[in-house]
Nanobody
Framework: QVQLAESGGGLVQAGGSLRLSCAASGRDLDRWTMAWYRQAPRSSRILVGSITSAGAASLRDSVQGRFALSRDNAKNTVYLQMNNLKPEDTAVYYC??????????WGQGTQVTVSS
């Protein structure tokens, strides 16, 4: 079993920055893909971006140029740097991991609130 621990959410004014972290633990992980999703009130959960253990990363169009993904394989940790935050970025952000076996795991979520 894999556990995901998210941190870094909070309240920030528009134009501000936050960095989310997601650390995976529980068993040895060789290859994985970790992703960030977000879910705003009364909306579906959507993919924000993903990054593989090899470093291949992608972000949805609406956050390109503002958000960035990075990883620390030694710590099985992925970071989502969020800059120039907008009120529409307000959501609960969830970390997701898919391992080499195809199993998926979810974190508990962390709230990001951007005030205007």
């Amino acid at each position: 079993q894999v556990q995901l621990a998210e941190s870094g959410g909070g309240l920030v004014q528009a134009g501000g920055s936050l960095r989310l972290s997601c650390a995976a633990s529980g068993r040895d992980l060789d290859r994985w893909t970790m992703a960030w999703y977000r879910q705003a009130p009364r909306s579906s959960r959507i993919l924000v971006g993903s990054i593989t253990s090899a470093g291949a990363a992608s972000l949805r169009d609406s956050v390109q140029g503002r958000f960035a993904l990075s990883r620390d394989n030694a710590k099985n940790t992925v970071y989502l740097q969020m800059n120039n935050l907008k009120p529409e970025d307000t959501a609960v952000y969830y970390c997701n991991l898919r391992d080499s076996r195809g199993s998926t795991f979810w974190g508990q979520g962390t709230q990001v609130t951007v005030s205007s």
